[in-house]
């Protein structure tokens, strides 16, 4: 029997979709190594309002939330199964968890109730729940979008409820990536990724442009250890900048 169109075998890799992940985590190491430059002093940014760092941390969410979207219609294109999905889900729980724990430590008042892999952690599941929908993916993610703008409620408020999104103040948090609108991102890549595999797969696994398989290797593997370079990264950065700030100006 042939395979079906787009489907590749489980152990494929897909490396474009790899290399976009790896901008996607290269762009927001940059952002956090800004971050933590201006939490010690060396630099002085508004992260909270100033436009070049808000609309920049958008940018990188939406990267990275839209390849949520397309590897979830790669892992359902290669028959992915429950057990594999739920053992990579726990791992994305499991460190949203250690992040909230570890900015408690750091940000007592500010700490991370609800980032990006706590948003992650949920959308996974409400992906595979409407991939099904197919084409409706395309509205679903639009209304997911607008869906903060047209309802908000002082109930979404708290801490135990704004991880939906319907808030009617942003929370003050060092990270904060709810599901609404975020859903709709992440079902526009699935919705993308659904599309390409049936009628353009080589834009997603198709071999890397000759001309860019020297810059574009290192990202592609990157974009396979996605979770554990996010989960790593931060650590680094803050002790290498903790260590400069000690060492110019020793206490």
Not at 59 to 66: G, H, K, P, R, W
Not at 193 to 199: K, S
Request: glycine share 8%; proline share 6%; aromatic share 12%.
């Amino acid at each position: 029997m042939a395979p079906a169109v787009g489907r590749a075998s489980g152990t494929d890799r897909f490396d474009r979709l790899d290399v976009l992940r790896g901008v996607a985590i290269v762009w927001m190491a940059a952002f956090h190594f800004c971050f933590d430059l201006n939490h010690y002093g060396f630099i002085r940014q508004d992260f909270h309002t100033d436009p070049l760092w808000t609309v920049q941390r958008s940018a990188i969410v939406t990267l990275f939330l839209f390849c949520v979207g397309l590897g979830q219609a790669v892992a359902l294109d290669q028959g992915q199964t429950m057990q594999r999905f739920w053992r990579r889900w726990a791992q994305i729980a499991g460190c949203a968890l250690l992040v909230s724990f570890g900015s408690a430590l750091m940000f007592p008042q500010t700490y991370i109730s609800f980032g990006v892999l706590h948003g992650i952690a949920v959308i996974l599941l409400l992906l595979r729940l409407v991939a099904p929908a197919g084409r409706w993916l395309w509205p679903l993610g639009g209304a997911a979008l607008l869906m903060p703008l047209l309802v908000q409620h002082p109930f979404f408020d708290t801490r135990a409820t704004n991880w939906v999104g319907l808030v009617t103040h942003k929370p003050t948090t060092e990270d904060y990536v709810p599901v609404l609108p975020w859903l709709g991102v992440a079902l526009w890549g699935l919705a993308a990724g659904q599309w390409a595999l049936r009628h353009r797969p080589v834009w997603l696994g198709g071999a890397l442009p000759a001309a860019l398989c020297l810059p574009a290797r290192p990202l592609a593997m990157l974009g396979r250890w996605s979770l554990s370079f996010y989960m790593l990264h931060q650590p680094v950065l803050i002790g290498a900048v903790m260590t400069a700030a000690w060492l110019l100006h020793p206490q």
